[in-house]
């Protein structure tokens, strides 16, 4: 029975900010698109052998504002967009198929959602980013996201790191780059693709819970995963004459499976779905919605950010903004969800979640700014079973000194559980985190933002499913400053004491099994597993670019350190990349795990990227050495 102290949310169109944008089928397809163009990358012109050019360019990489486009269930015919920058597009059918954007001539007509390579105006440069004149790049697109709808046109997701595709029926041919553009995804997870499909030039790739109908994916450069997929997925792992590697986890090995919860409307009326975990359903996708729990609006808080702070008032928690936080913290203890507009929130306070199965989602790539104060934007209580955190984007903040004086405190983002009390947890109703990324720099002018660790998790029986943890390389200039690499317009590289962050995630719970994995830049262990019988599987990580030998590779710091107590791990698709840009840097090994035959790591490489120094072995000291040019390193038996 309803808790009648419990006041009901309202449930209509009329609830949401103007950022967030709602579509019906009735309305004009370009009245449509002109409302999107505000959302979507800026455009160029440029010549190219001649030729008059157009390029959507990486501008709006640091902008403050926040979309989403939310499409009602029915048809849109010739409806073709851009996703920009912290854009989220969905569809707010129960099944993927209730939002469709078709196309009135399919071979040469896109319409849906796409992401093209972005500034294609730049030269190519030796030691650069750019393949050749006019490739552009995608190593920077990041932040944007697209779910939930068919298409029956060819669709372009030119994207990297933190920019899924997922819930989606591909009715025709898909490409995760435009053309040979560099590139560094990236996650296509529980959809279906008809036609071909092709990674092209990207580095790595994870698809999980995908259907290939008809044809074998192809292309892409150094790891390429696939895990549940099914159709004509590859059946078996591989290496091709390149040393790239297909790497198939074909029936889960970890049998546990939830999807990222998700909105439709009914009706007229919102309600906010979410998939029930599976340890039978592991495998292909799952976008009908029958299994699906299904929550009314009225039982769910919008969180609604407050209005756009200027860089002076960036760092100064207000009480606006203590009222918000107060605010959302409420309706938690009131037992409600929480959805999250597009926005930044500036929280004086940790989220905590106290109760079983609450949900927070973000739309738009809503972010959580930490508390100054040392505590994390997100705080999960131990042994609180099925709880769901998706969406998001954790963003670090200046702390304060009393926070940054106590060196036995470890400041994180967000905390699932609590060190002191590890390994609490529900086998039968696991915590996920769907669409997690976290953020040292990048946005704030000031480079002392910091913590210590970006997610922690400690308790047992918790699932990660896309994350991207990413200690920003390079950041937004301030006003009239300059760049410090001309190889970088536009942006400041981030050199020694800037944005400091120690690890980007660590492991304390037994039985956490994470699905696409991305750490980057930070400046001691990069994961650090001190659970048992925990996997992952598809790891990306870069070393951090900044540091010195001394204070890194002579410290003998790694990208994937599986603590000595450790018994049992799995780590698949495994790959740590270094380009170590102000100092040469000579680092052992990139990972270190104890020598127990149920430590197993499969189908692990190093890359060198450019610059200085070099990544000596692979695993404990074994496989040779990444070499400039020289494509993947990897063991030969492991």
Known sequence: MADPTVTKEPNNENMWPENVMIFHPSDDVTTIQTKIEVTQDPQLNFVLNGTSETTYTSANQFSEKHWALLFAPGVYTDC?????????????????????????????????????ALDKELPQTTGGTIAYPGSGLALNTFWRGAENFYTNSNMVWSVSQAAPLRRVYVDANLQFTEGGEYASGGVFANGVVTGSTSFNSQQQWFCRGVDFTTTAPSGGA??????????????????????????VDLVPVIRIRAEKPFITLEGGRF???????????????DLDGTEDEVRDFEDVKLGIPGPLKNDAQYNIIDQNDVDLTQELQAALEQGKDLVLCPGTFFLSAPLIIRKPNQVILGLGLATLVAPKNGLPCIQVMPGTPGVRIAGIMLEASVQDAASTKDK?????????????????????????????????????????????????????????????????????????????????????????????????????GDHVHIYGLFCEHTIEDIVVWSGNNGSVTFYQCELPYDVSNENFGEKNFVGYRVQDEVHSHRGLGVGVYSNFTLNVVHVATAIVKPRKDDVAFHYPFTVFLSNNGQIKSVINGMGPPAEPNGGPARPFIF
Request: proline share 7%; with cysteine; net charge neutral.
């Open 408 to 508: 036995n405190k470890m400041i994180s983002l967000l905390e699932w559980g609590q060190p002191q009390k590890v390994g609490m947890g529900d086998s039968n109703n696991p915590g996920v985190l769907s669409d997690v990324f976290a953020t040292v720099g990048g946005y704030n002018l000031d480079r002392s933002v910091s913590t210590d660790v970006m997610i922690r998790i400690s308790d047992s029986y918790v699932v990660g499913d896309n994350l991207w943890l990413w200690r920003a390389d390079h950041m937004r200039l301030r006003p009239f400053e300059k760049a410090n690499d001309p190889q970088f317009p536009g942006v400041w590289q981030t050199h020694p004491g800037e944005c400091p962050v120690k690890n980007a995630l660590i492991v304390n």
């Open 80 to 116: 073709s967009f851009e996703v920009g920058y912290n854009v989220q597009v969905a569809g707010l059918g129960a099944s993927a198929n209730d939002v469709q954007f078709i196309s009135s001539a399919p071979a040469t007509t896109v319409s849906g959602p796409f992401v093209l």
């Open 222 to 247: 150094w790891n390429i995963v696939f895990s549940g997929c099914t159709g004509n997925a590859p059946t078996t792992s591989s290496y091709d004459s390149t040393n790239k590697a297909v790497v």
């Open 271 to 285: 309600k906010l779905h979410v998939p029930k975990s599976t340890v039978t359903k592991t495998c292909g996708p």
